[in-house]
């Protein structure tokens, strides 16, 4: 029997450019979304990040390139645009409504039930806050009511620009399990953020890009365990490097902010524990790798390596 065609990619980007005021806002973006993963597109204010969200969904059209939603061409009014939940510019809700009866008229334009609304409610765990009126929210709040507006209808693809940004710690984990049980239910996530951070403690997959270009791709856990690093948190730092100075296979020992890191090209990390205890230092971190921000830094430092001197900015 003939085998079922693999489905096409969620999100698929090739050569896409944007111009901005004659300046390239994205330049010769390839990106390539599947089913299931959570993917963060990461990287400073300006990388072109939120340009490349509001080309997907047909809200700014692209200079050139192909862009494809579930393998359909994205533009206004694509038909694919129906299997995608959003929540970028910010949310736009009635003030003096409250947050259920602003969902249920987002419900009827949808054609959706109550147990939709519910359900939607549940997952941006707004609790008793969603019989308040929309004017007394807090900017978090705000932001998981028009994040339970997006989950509206069990969307096949989520995508956020910069979820956490603005929020208080709370809001943040808040806003982290409904992007995971998004995931759970099957969604694929899309999002942007500038908190590298957020993108290594929430996504499976990292897009890294730099003045609209794409710099690294990859599983996160790929990107950040790039190189043979271990990172050691410890109340006698000194000592510490000292302990690891003195170990074979070390290459490198440094002490920054309080925690060793250490280097080298087969690093066993228990070995390494074993031996602080023995010389009775305690560790209260551990991690191995580096992290997201320092893999971004060194990516961008070999895209300028090898791009050579920035060119001049484009006059007025």
Known sequence: MPTAPEPPPVVLIEGLTKRLRGVLAVDGLDLTVERGQVVGLAGPNGAGKSVTLKIL????????????????????GAPALARVGALVDGPGFVPHLSGRVNLRLACRLAHLG??????AVANARLG??????????????????????????????????????????????????????????G?????????????????????VMQQGRLVGAGRVEDLVHMTDTVRLETDR???????????????????????VEAQGPALRPGDLLLKLDAAGLAVQGFRRGRSLEEAYLELVGETAAESGPPEASPGP
């Open 187 to 207: 969604a694929t996530v899309l999002f942007s953020s500038h908190v590298l951070r957020e993108v290594e403690q929430v996504c499976t997959h990292a897009v």
């Open 237 to 259: 730092p000194d000592d510490a490097a000292e302990v690891l100075r003195a170990t074979d296979g070390i290459t490198s020992v440094l002490v920054d902010d309080g925690a």
């Open 114 to 119: 109550d147990a939709e609304l519910e359900r």
């Open 128 to 185: 008793p806050a969603i019989d308040r009126q929309y004017r007394t929210y807090s900017h978090g709040m705000r932001y998981r009511l028009g994040l339970a507006q997006a989950l509206l209808g069990q969307p096949e693809l989520l995508i956020l620009d910069e979820p956490t940004t603005g929020l208080d710690p709370a809001h943040i984990r808040e806003i982290r399990h409904a992007i995971a049980d998004a995931a759970a239910a």
């Open 57 to 76: 969904l047909g809200l700014v059209r692209p200079t050139s390139g192909r862009v494809e939603l579930f393998g359909e061409p994205a533009r206004p």
